[in-house]
C-alpha cells in the first residue's frame, strides 16, 4: 500500500496560469515533506521542502502547502513556465520520534506536468 | 563538478546473469543510497547506507546486494537477474539525514532483463 500518493498522473497548464500539484500521505508520523523534479533521461532534483512544523514555504515562483489533519499537501508554481514541464515527485521522510526513520525518503509516484505554450 | 555519477548508463542482461552497477560521489557525503524506478511506483528504496561500511535494507531489497567499501562508492550486484528487475536505477547522496539534506541523484542505469 503506497504511503504517499499522487492521484493525479498528468497535468496540463497554460504559461503564465498557475499549477497546483496534489500529494496525500498515510502515515501520519512523517515528519518532513520533499518535492523534487525530473526532467526525461536525468535523475530527479530537489525543489522545495517543508517541515510538519509549518504549514507554508516559499521559494521564488514555488510554494508548498502542508494540512497535517488531511494528510495533504500541495505544490503552487505561480507562473508557470515551459521549463517547469517535468515529472514532480512528492516525498515524505522521518517518523516523530525515531531518529533513524529520516535515512529514508518515501517517494510518491509522480505527475507529469505540461505547460503550454 | 561531477556529482553523483553512475556507471552503466544502459545495460541488458539475459535471465540468470549477475552485473553490478557503480555509483560515485565527489561530494564527501555520509549518505549514500538506490532507488529503482518504475511507471507508477515512483521510487522506491532498496538499499542505503549511512556511512563506509555500513549498508541497510530499503523497501524492495531482495535480489539486490550492495556494498560501501569507500566512502565515496556504493556498488549494487544483481547476482541472478530476472525479468522483473527491469527498471531505471538511481543513485543518490546525502552529506546527512535527510530534514536537513536533500537528496542528490544521479543520471539513471536503465537496465532491461530479458
Known amino acids: 500500500d503506497q504511503q504517499v500518493k499522487q492521484n493525479s498522473p498528468s497535468l496540463s497548464v497554460q504559461e503564465g496560469r498557475i499549477s497546483i500539484l496534489n500529494c496525500d500521505y498515510t502515515?501520519?508520523?512523517?515528519?518532513?515533506f520533499l518535492w523534487y523534479k525530473k526532467y526525461p533521461a536525468e535523475g530527479p532534483t530537489f525543489l522545495i521542502s517543508i517541515s510538519s512544523i509549518k504549514d507554508k514555504n516559499e521559494d521564488g515562483r514555488f510554494t508548498v502547502f502542508l494540512n497535517k489533519s488531511a494528510k495533504h499537501l500541495s505544490l503552487h508554481i505561480v507562473p508557470s513556465q515551459p521549463g517547469d514541464s517535468a515529472v514532480y515527485f512528492c516525498?515524505?521522510?522521518?517518523?516523530?520520534?525515531?531518529?533513524?526513520?529520516?535515512?529514508?525518503?518515501?517517494f510518491g509516484p509522480g505527475t507529469s506536468l505540461s505547460v503550454i505554450p | 563538478n561531477a556529482g553523483v555519477t553512475q556507471t552503466p548508463k544502459f545495460r541488458v542482461l539475459k535471465t540468470g546473469q549477475s552485473m553490478t552497477l557503480l555509483c560515485a560521489q565527489d561530494?564527501?557525503?555520509?549518505?549514500m543510497y538506490w532507488y529503482r524506478q518504475d511507471p507508477g511506483m515512483g521510487l522506491r528504496l532498496i538499499h542505503y547506507?549511512?556511512?563506509?561500511?555500513?549498508?541497510a535494507k530499503g523497501e524492495v531489497p531482495d535480489g539486490y546486494n550492495v556494498s560501501r567499501l569507500k566512502k565515496q562508492n556504493f556498488l549494487l550486484g544483481l547476482e541472478s537477474a530476472a525479468p522483473s528487475q527491469t527498471s531505471v536505477y538511481f543513485c543518490a547522496s546525502s552529506y546527512g539525514q535527510l530534514y536537513n539534506s536533500p537528496l542528490h541523484f544521479g543520471n539513471g542505469t536503465r537496465l532491461t532483463v530479458t
Open positions: 561530494m564527501n557525503h555520509e549518505y
Open positions: 516525498a515524505a521522510s522521518g517518523e516523530k520520534g525515531m531518529k533513524t526513520s529520516y535515512d529514508k525518503v518515501i
Open positions: 502515515n501520519s508520523m512523517f515528519d518532513y
Open positions: 547506507s549511512v556511512g563506509e561500511g555500513t549498508t
